[in-house]
């Protein structure tokens, strides 16, 4: 039995609140169960230096949690004077995930700034990041549609992300806080709506695991991320 | 005539949403016209090496804004290794603000942390910050009091913030963005529901202003104080 | 009675070493009872990026103690690799103040720095050091006027500052370190030889105080920056 | 045709020098091509305060380039103050990687650091330094079995790394950097000899790929562990 | 003809004034013309951790300028976080010089802190440094004497520095600011007062020279070393 | 008796492996007994701005040390964020010494950067790092006028360095780790193959030493950089 009576395939709860961001040009609060994270898509023309004159635009990420996102309130990593490892990993999967996914040059000379604030974590933070993150910056893409800026939606694909992990020698989909903390391995899958593989990230812990174990949290995670993209697809409907 | 039509001494609409981080001892999204801070306050019992023995507790805070809080994007500050001046003025001014108003002997030998993170930013953030914190500070009293940690209620005093400056020489009350940067005084006021001063911060931007100014500028943040005090009040009793 | 027997609204014996420096454009070497702060103002031609092309110039000030400056030896900032807050929030303060009394336009695009070196520490340094400063920021100017660089002075106001206290519930004037530590409530002002106030600080330690005593702290401040800016006046006679 | 004619399943010639180090407890210059990194083991009894008392041991790693490593110098990580995400992102799949393969329990309260340092570099860094610590690690637990410091080698399984990616539609194993840079994505995997997953991390970097695509990459990679196992199992022959 | 008419074998005037800062357990202003360096000795009973229980003491030292100490403003090395390595040079230098002149089991379990405050540079701050350096420390200790918190002075040589150099093919003595910019070489002597070689570090700038112009310079340092313990005794006879 | 039966005036057996690093424009492992530097010298055409349209180029050096060069390992100094002081006045050391034997100007407006990262260490490695970079630096420029960029070798002296040391006592040449841990006094001599004197550090540890202790070392020092040099001329011989 899962802590709240899931079945092994099921996800959380999924609510995206477009918008939440008055000031951003793309936002969307998601929540996964008691996961929430807070993603802004931030329009910057005044591109890099390393960027000017390539005909190209960039997308970029940040990650962070509020101290009390927690159960135990966490220390803010600006007191220790830089990003922790685990930070800076989750924030370049998540550009590396979101460039995927977008033309560089329909964007043209512009960056795309993704800002993923966690406000409360029960675990799946940097699936529920990218996942929300997406709508974020598709949101921002049809914004600058919208204003004539550019004239076709660079974004070419619809993404999503979810987590997968064996905990007592059984794969389940969608860990939270309780689950991964004791589960033996851990991935993350970060697929398209149409069945592309974008990013895969497993992990064993304690002891290798078989070929057929890794596949089967592969099969979990497609279930999760098409049911995710028919939630994004919904949120966006609900938009306009 | 202010932006939003407000009289130069009408504060803007106020809202408290109490319990909004269900994993912190104590908190508040204070909502002040549109400016929004999450406070949150956290019980360690792990005090700090230098409280030990001393029999008596300490009240510290930090504070911080999300990327996109603002009308055009910020940078972390974890990006430049350290809090900036003014964060860190702001910290320290909500840590002093919150031990006036508490006896930390009866607190006992713990600790209790206040987040302050501004979620949407549109002028006075500090003092909707230190409005805040006082009712996630006095919830996680209650909490403590509840939970039979301790025995007596240490907060001995309400207290409440505000903003007032003087812009095209009127005194008005609770600067929003568009008024806060083209004033040509800035004052924050801390001061108790009893009419008690806390802290007084007056600072003239381009020439000194006179006495009279100064005692307006006073008398203004003292009303809009007192309505403060009331909200926080009703937001109190409905917790229980 | 007061350690050195001096009357709750008298100040320290004041004492001005003009062009301490020899090096600076301006310098004082102030000396407040056995507070003994070095102020030098450097004009800089080179201005920072974000100045040029305004027409105006910019005032900002540095402040710090020698390690030895104090009765125990405190650690240098640069072992811990940044200003503290206090440093911070007190340059933030001082640089403040002489923008308030200057006209930027008038000193045209060039910047002076104020450097606030605490050679002795006995209470009162932040305001020890505007009171120096102003004097160090007008021989610059004063200086700048001689060599033909500007035409009119641009220093349009005077300015001192000093500290006042409540101890057992007395308020005291010009606090020496053995008061300022065991004061209630402790309070900074900012103002200038016309009356005019420029910055106000006021924090209750541990408890609020009544407006009462407030407007007590207010009036020894009036008093004391007045005999303060006569002081100065002379030591600028003695200049020329 | 790749660069230096190779199959698209071909390794590049492997050859480890174990030993490299006279004073680590552990060492190995493990060269894959053009891509060297040596790899020592340190045995440190004076384990980290968290480990103590928990009747278990650690493995962690560390990771850095020479300067003149590559074909044009890179910057020392220590000019910008910290390791670069991309460094701590392999330390960290380095370290988990050999906790993966290790009984803690059976290695006692002690630390073992791997350290990571390529000397040339031609693609396939992490992937050779992780197949080369393994080395190290090994020979440090055959080193504190000989020294009867523990009874059994706690290292319970074989592993080595290896890359794989798509190049103009092709999967290719063992990329070396001309061929890196161009890759549409790149993947790395650590495996057992025994055929179990340990670590998958796969990257499309412009657009997803297939499922096909991904488990063509996946069954080179099982093709390169095998054979850069039956390398690692000669050369600890080769050590006694 | 040198800047001030001295000889090529002349000190600048030297002048010490004992007791500067009347915190400091020893202190000494040294005046070397035109170069002032503050220097105090800090008696510290709380011995680092890697000190205690070895039954000797420490000493270190510390050096800085004043930003304004310079013709052109220095930047403060807080600003950019971290002492640079000239300064790190000049402390490890110090510390040295002044560590092979006491007896540190005659110390006891204690750490003596000296630091170098340049008010005033022109030239030959090193060694005005160690200079005045020996003065404070030497002060500290008998102070420690008279305590009676040690039997016997701990101080087994005196001595003093100071610098040579060659310009235009000339040897001389105690460069000044406008002199040394312009020299070929740059050497620092430390000496006892009996004759004995603490230091020597001899820098050629632009090309080699010979032995015979190494010589020349080490006559000179020796002549002057001579004169300026003259002038240490005198002033160390002045404070009792 | 000496650790490995050398004389007290014999070099340890010397080594040179030129073109180790086979991207760099110049490189060298020198192997100096147990003591082994990776000497490599990087041609870099994009000067910093202050060397721009100066009309000559510049040399400077990095130091670093693998963790585990040393018998217990070390910390790499990137964890502390800074390089350490030891480090900043090693790096110094090198590039003044090198620049003190080219012709900056006919080098032209180019810059090389020379790194030493000790592979092993057993004393004396900042000299072994001088002795290898002077070979690094003259292939670099050699390659330079090889290649048609430059048209004169602007190296116009040959320089060696070696350290020389009094253990109980004896002046002796060369000292290997366990004799630099006990030697009472250790200096550093950089001397070009002509006898020209390039840089001397002489440091008595716990007391001054002679004037003819110190001239002894000196004359030991000349003996070694003789021999080293002609082991350098052999080495560059056989590199063409």
């Known amino acids: 039995m899962r802590p709240d009576g899931r079945q092994s395939d099921a996800l959380r709860p999924v609510r995206f609140e477009m918008g939440f961001s008055p000031y951003a040009e793309g936002s969307c609060l998601v929540k996964l169960g008691d996961t929430h994270v807070l993603c802004t898509a931030s329009v910057d023309e005044a591109t890099p230096p390393w960027l000017r004159g390539q005909g190209r635009g960039w997308v970029t990420a940040e990650y962070a949690m509020l101290p009390r996102a927690t159960h135990q309130r966490t220390r803010r990593e600006v007191t220790s004077g830089k990003p922790s490892g ?87 989909l969608d860990l939270e806080y309780e689950e991964d903390r004791v589960a033996e391995t851990d991935a993350n899958f970060v697929l398209t709506a149409g069945g592309g593989v974008v990013e895969v990230q497993a992990t064993a812990e304690d002891k290798p695991i078989s070929q057929g174990e890794f596949d089967a949290l592969f099969a979990l995670a497609r279930r999760g991320v098409s049911a995710l993209c028919d939630a994004q697809s919904a949120a966006l409907a609900g938009r306009s």
Chains 1, 2, 3, 4, 5, 6 share one sequence.
């Open 86 to 172: 685990r930070t800076q990993e989750i924030q370049r999967l998540i550009g590396r995930s979101l460039r995927a996914c977008i033309d560089l040059k329909a964007l043209g000379e512009r960056q795309i700034l993704i800002d993923c604030d966690v406000l409360q974590a029960d675990g799946g933070t940097r699936t529920a990041a990218i996942t929300g993150a997406w709508l974020a910056l598709k949101s921002a893409c049809l914004w600058l549609k919208e204003e004539g800026v550019i004239k076709t939606d660079p974004v070419h694909a619809q993404l999503a992300a979810v987590s997968a992990g064996i905990i007592g020698g059984e794969a389940r």
